[in-house]
């Protein structure tokens, strides 16, 4: 309990945020998943909380985004948008969190930067909603959905080699 002590607030509420916003984003589509279901995505998020450079947090956000996909009766509901800000909120407070450990603070410019680049990355979110509630009164077209993913697939690793040249070039 001494060490809780002496962890700075700033980790500690980054931490808080991981733990509860896949909470808050599978609270948004309205409806109650299974109890065991819940328990596991509390304790992976708990789990996540604790160690925010570890894996398990992509389980988590598979996990959310796997049941909003299967279990939820209209997966495009406005509050999907919610649901993915959520999301990418635990995402950036993970990262944050995973800078240091937690009796170290959250550096005030880098969660700045974070939080600027996640509010940009949130301007996409609407448009792809608008997209896919388009396509979804469409017929069914299983090859673009394969060419769309190949797509972002490609832009992906294009930027990630693209990002590792820039940072190596700098060194």
């Known amino acids: 309990m001494n060490r809780v002590r002496?962890?700075?607030?700033?980790?500690?509420a980054a931490r808080v945020l991981v733990v509860l916003l896949p909470?808050?984003?599978?609270?948004a589509?309205?409806?109650r998943p299974a109890t065991p279901f819940l328990l596991v995505l509390?304790?992976?998020a708990l789990g996540w909380g604790v160690a925010p450079e570890s894996p398990v947090g992509q389980v988590v956000l598979?996990?959310?985004v796997g049941w909003w996909g299967v279990r939820v009766a209209d997966p495009l509901?406005?509050?999907?948008?919610?649901a993915g800000a959520a999301l990418l909120g635990a995402h950036v407070a993970a990262l944050l969190a995973s800078y240091g450990p937690a009796r170290l603070a959250v550096d005030r410019r880098l969660a700045l930067l974070w939080v600027r680049r996640a509010l940009l990355?949130?301007?996409v979110l609407p448009v792809a909603w608008v997209a896919a509630r388009g396509l979804g009164s469409a017929p069914e077209q299983p090859a673009l959905?394969?060419?769309a993913l190949l797509t972002v697939a490609g832009v992906l690793v294009t930027a990630g080699l693209a990002l590792r040249e820039a940072s190596s070039d700098r060194a």
Do not use: F, K, R, Y
Request: charged content about 0%; overall charge neutral; hydrophobic content about 65%.
């Open 29 to 31: 589509a309205g409806q």
């Open 77 to 82: 509901q406005p509050t999907v948008l919610l």
């Open 121 to 123: 990355s949130l301007l």
């Open 42 to 44: 509390a304790l992976l």
């Open 23 to 27: 909470l808050l984003a599978i609270a």
């Open 6 to 12: 002496q962890w700075q607030p700033s980790a500690v």
């Open 145 to 147: 959905w394969t060419v």
């Open 62 to 64: 598979v996990l959310v």
